[in-house]
């Protein structure tokens, strides 16, 4: 799942805990639902809702920290942001939104975005083919602010005892390179008796490129030299900006494993959605600044996102 801050609904977590003690507690949360059948049972659709007809929804939502494939800048990044989506009966759909930064010092529209879609279910199969066009703050430290837009193919199939999906992803950056995702998630999700709550235990494995990566690093060392305003982490001199570079960027790898536990309560038209997630990052990353060859030190990550939706039908 992507830094995935759109197409997502949020709810509030706190971190009360060590992140070794989050893990533990985390998977233990994760195996209660996963084999407890008693009160809630697998459904027939990877939502509660089964919405017929065209309709408008708003949301709300806020994320705890951008995070990409388990990568994130050493500044957190919460975003606050509202989104307005129009679906239309025949599956077509567009979304806008903007992502307002609301770290201490550091408060102001970071990014905004518009997305076009078409979306399609036929017995047990579904999918989602997308376009996103992004637009990021010129001091925006987000680890895929060099993005400009993404191409998404997502599938899913009900086995009945589980949701298995695989996603496909193209992103395009700013100097014209590009970068390929392959992810796949499986899931299973439980409802309650009045169809109102839903509780999906998720685990997803996540493979891809890493030019978008190379092109953070690049842009936060130009701003560190003092070529920029931001206030993300680089890796140059004060001064002096050295070719820097990621001996991976072009290797397709594996790019993280990530648990999540996303959750839905909807009451007629209004739907809170709350997911925390764990990530565990992969295949660090060889970082060459000058004639200084830097390995990456990646730790796993946990983070949160809440959010309110109202649909005018």
């Known amino acids: 799942m992507d830094f995935t801050i759109r197409k997502v609904h949020f709810s509030l977590i706190l971190k009360l805990a060590t992140m070794k003690n989050i893990k533990v507690k985390f998977l233990i949360i994760m ?18 809702k089964d919405i017929k007809g065209s309709f408008v929804s708003a949301r709300v939502n806020y994320i705890s920290d951008a995070v990409f494939l388990g990568r994130k800048d050493s500044i957190e990044a919460p975003y606050l942001y509202p989104s307005i989506t129009y679906h239309h009966k025949s599956g077509f759909y567009t979304e806008g939104s903007f992502s307002y ?11 905004f975005l518009i997305t076009a879609g078409l979306d399609f279910e036929v017995d047990k199969f579904s999918g989602d083919i997308s376009g996103t066009k992004y637009f990021f703050n010129n001091d925006s430290y987000n680890v895929i602010s060099e993005v ?51 509780i999906s235990p998720t685990a997803g494995i996540y493979f891809g490129t890493q030019n978008f990566y190379e092109d953070y690093y690049i842009q936060r060392q130009i701003t560190k030299s003092g070529g920029g305003t931001g206030s993300g982490s680089g890796m140059g001199g004060d001064n ?44 660090e990353a060889n970082i060459i600044d000058g004639e200084t060859v830097v390995k990456e030190n990646l730790d796993e990550t946990f983070y949160w996102m809440v959010g309110l939706s109202y649909q005018f039908n």
């Not at 993280?256 to 309560?265: D, N, V």
Request: charged share 15%; proline share 2%.
């Open 101 to 111: 930064l609301t770290k201490s010092n550091e408060s102001r529209i970071d990014l």
């Open 240 to 283: 002096v900006i050295t070719k820097l570079s990621i001996q991976e960027s072009e290797k397709f790898n594996l790019m993280a494993y990530e648990l999540s536990l996303p959750m839905w309560y909807t009451n007629n038209s209004f739907t809170i959605s709350f997911l925390p997630a764990l990530v565990f990052p992969q295949s």
């Open 31 to 48: 195996l209660f639902f996963l084999f407890n059948g008693i009160l809630f049972g697998q459904s027939k659709k990877s939502s509660i």
């Open 148 to 198: 400009q837009a993404d191409l998404t193919a997502k599938f899913n199939y009900d086995f009945n005892i589980v949701n298995l999906s695989l996603i496909a992803s193209t992103y395009f950056s700013k100097n014209s390179n590009s970068d390929f995702f392959l992810s796949s998630e499986i899931s299973h999700d439980f409802i309650s008796s009045d169809t109102k709550f839903q």
